[in-house]
């Protein structure tokens, strides 16, 4: 099992029609996998687009694993969103809840608008498929995509579920900071930066 990992602060959001939010991040994302038997990964910028689930983009990625999957004899998931490499970074488009989407656009503004906004969120998937054609046929996972695909920003990493967790660098106003100095320290420590 392997995942990809975002951790960043936000510098700003894009609201792109009703439906869909663009959140950009500079050296937030790596790679990293059960084992940890590898060397360091690289860490790459990352657009991540959020898009409500009906929206026709989530149903063509939906559509797109299910070829994938009919095409390679697998069951299909209930892709709810895409992974891809697209020259030096990552793009990751998707589908949240309209509740999650409202948030969004409701709340989040104030505490970007004061620098305070960080994300995290984190993509499981099963790994990279081997390289070699033969034996990637008698794998047990002949749908998978390999990581020189993914690398060459020719195929793209489907899922079925997403965590994204929003929070605030900083959980104590200015005025609190003098008064209560501990409280300011802790949140301090806790802030999310690459």
């Given at each position: 099992?392997?995942?990809?990992?975002?951790?960043?602060?936000?510098?700003?959001?894009?609201?792109?029609r009703d439906t869909r939010v663009l959140l950009p991040f500079q050296g937030?994302?790596?790679?990293?996998?059960?084992?940890?038997?590898?060397?360091?990964?690289?860490?790459?910028?990352?657009?991540?687009e959020l898009l409500r689930q009906d929206d026709v983009m989530i149903e063509a990625i939906r559509d797109e694993a299910a070829s994938i999957a009919q095409r390679c004899g697998v069951l299909a998931s209930n892709a709810m969103g895409c992974l891809y490499r697209l020259?030096?970074?990552?793009?990751?488009?998707?589908g949240v809840s309209p509740?999650?989407?409202?948030?969004?656009?409701?709340?989040?503004?104030?505490?970007?608008?004061?620098?305070?906004?960080?994300?995290?969120?984190k993509i499981d998937f099963p790994?990279?498929?081997?390289?070699?054609?033969i034996r990637r046929l008698s794998s047990s996972r002949p749908a998978g995509v390999t990581r020189k695909a993914f690398d060459a920003g020719q195929s793209a990493i489907h899922f079925d579920a997403f965590n994204l967790n929003i929070g605030f660098n900083a959980w104590a106003s200015s005025p609190m900071r003098a008064g209560q100095p501990y409280l300011y320290a802790a949140a301090n420590d806790e802030q999310p930066r690459l």
């Open positions: 099992m392997m995942a990809w990992n975002f951790r960043g602060s936000l510098a700003h959001i894009e609201f792109q937030c994302a790596w790679l990293s996998d059960a084992f940890e038997d590898g060397g360091p990964e690289q860490v790459f910028d990352t657009r991540l020259g030096g970074g990552l793009h990751v488009v998707a509740e999650t989407m409202a948030m969004i656009r409701s709340s989040l503004l104030a505490p970007l608008a004061e620098g305070r906004l960080h994300l995290t969120a790994g990279f498929a081997v390289e070699d054609p």
